[in-house]
């Protein structure tokens, strides 16, 4: 019997055009992307310091309440370590309890000074620092793979990381200096699955075919994106968070390409997820019935594909409805008496996580019958070799 080769068949040659496509645009993309510029001019020296004690008081009337609030704070980093700060805040103190700073809580902070010869220092509180709580779920996180997924499992975790130091060393740099990230963001996606796949499976043949049928899902999904933003007005699927990052950058942010990039990104893993599987129930199907005939074997990839549909449907949704709970709550807090049922569905933050959702749903559902052809295929041919 003849050993697989992917050089062997038409589809490996594809996928082998399809890797080298992937591989020369992300290498002549320049590596210095984002470092001739600055967004933000105002200089600021960022460091940790912990809270030595809060002081609360009325400043306001009785008709007119207003509350005064002023944390001390203690340097502990850096070339001001040792040093004392005062952060006064005024205004409405109705901030939930549990969210304000207590005494002993470790913040960030950002120190900046007026320039003359009057110079003043002011100080910015942003968050609490929970590095130690990341840190051990971090730990906690590798070692259940690796437990689990053994040495697989921690060359998917490299690889992880590989993708994620792809967006913010390309796409994210690009995008700031005013290009369409759409592009990047799908070479990204086919890069991810390339390097990611075989990590998973192996060099086999259900690799080459989950392989290129993820890859049709992420070209299926950015096909859906683009028909989504001709079909929507600009203001439906751009979110508050884009249009922050638009009015704080120097030059002019692609809006519509970063919306349709998120929406391929967010469609990615989903579509690794049920290709990895269809491939990997195709292989098992030819093993255990070798000489099936090509359209049973469709059918019953098929078959386990609807079933695969149902549970993957409810796990995207409780996905979605437990991280998007605020954004429920405001649904059922924004639908009024005599308010028309689809105006609460167009609003923002609403439409565009509707539209997100569909659009990588789509991409994952059309993935599965393309995995489920190109693995039979390869099999196919296979055959032929025997």
Known sequence: MKTFSLADSFLGRHAL???????????????????????????????RAEVVKIEHSNIGTDAVPQSEIKVHLSVLDGPNKGKSYISVYRGDDDMPKEMFYRQGDTVFIGISETEGADAVEYVSIYDVDNT????????????SII???????????????????LIFKFLIPQTLKGASPLPIAVAISLLAIIVTIPIILGLKRKTAAAVLGASSGVVLATLLSLVSGWLMHLS??????????????AVEINLHGLALAGMVLAALGAIMDVCISIASATEEIFRVHPEISVREAFRSVMTLSSDMLGATVNTLLFAYVGSALPLVLLIAMKLEPGMPFWMVFNYNPVLSELVKSAVGCMGMFLAMPATAFFCI??????????
């Open 236 to 249: 439906g699927i751009v979110t508050n968070e884009m249009m922050t990052v638009f009015y704080a950058s």
């Open 17 to 47: 055009i399809l890797l080298f496509t992937a591989a020369a645009i992300t290498l002549f993309l320049p590596a210095s992307f984002g470092n001739d510029r600055k967004i933000y001019t105002d200089p600021r020296t960022y460091t």
């Open 132 to 143: 130690r709580g990341l840190i051990i779920l971090g730990i906690l996180l590798i070692a």
């Open 147 to 165: 437990l689990v997924g053994r040495l697989r499992g921690a060359l998917a975790m490299l690889s992880l990381v590989a993708t994620i130091i």
């Open 377 to 386: 295929e390869l099999h196919k041919r296979g055959r032929k070799h025997v």
